[in-house]
Nanobody, 125 residues
C-alpha cells in the first residue's frame, strides 16, 4: 500500500506560479513511477505529467509543456509539480498517482495503483 497526500493548491492569478507537492508513505516510494492528473468540473480526468521511478524520464501533456515541471525527491518520498504561467484553463482538482508501470504507460490513468484525494487549483483572470 502507498498513501499519497497532495498539498499546495490554491487560488492564483493568471500568469502566476504555484508548486504542488505529493507526499508518499508506505511501500518504497522509489519503486514507483509517479503522475499528476487533473479533473475540471464536467470534464474527464486528464493526464498532466509523469516521472519515472528514477526521475530520468518525464512526460507532459501538450498543453503544459514549457510551463509545468515534474520532479521528485526519493529521499523525501515526495513528487512535485511546478506550475508557471498559469492559465484559467488549468483550473482543476490535481491528484498524484503511483504506478509500477514504466515509460509511456505512465500517461494512462489505468496504469496507476494508488492515488491521493487531490488538491484544488483555481486560476482567475
Amino acid at each position: 500500500q502507498v498513501q499519497l497526500v497532495e498539498s499546495g493548491g490554491g487560488l492564483v492569478q493568471a500568469g502566476g506560479s504555484l508548486r504542488l507537492s505529493c507526499a508518499a508513505s508506505g511501500r518504497s516510494f522509489s519503486n514507483y513511477g509517479m503522475g499528476w492528473f487533473r479533473q475540471a468540473p464536467g470534464k474527464e480526468r486528464e493526464f498532466v505529467a509523469a516521472i519515472s521511478w528514477s526521475g530520468g524520464n518525464t512526460y507532459y501533456t501538450e498543453s503544459v509543456k514549457g510551463r509545468f515541471t515534474i520532479s521528485r525527491d526519493n529521499a523525501k518520498n515526495t513528487v512535485y509539480l511546478q506550475m508557471n504561467d498559469l492559465k484559467p484553463e488549468d483550473t482543476a482538482v490535481y491528484s498524484c498517482r503511483a504506478s509500477v508501470m514504466t515509460g509511456q504507460m505512465l500517461q494512462s490513468v489505468s496504469a496507476y495503483d494508488y492515488w491521493g484525494q487531490g488538491t484544488q487549483l483555481t486560476v482567475y483572470s
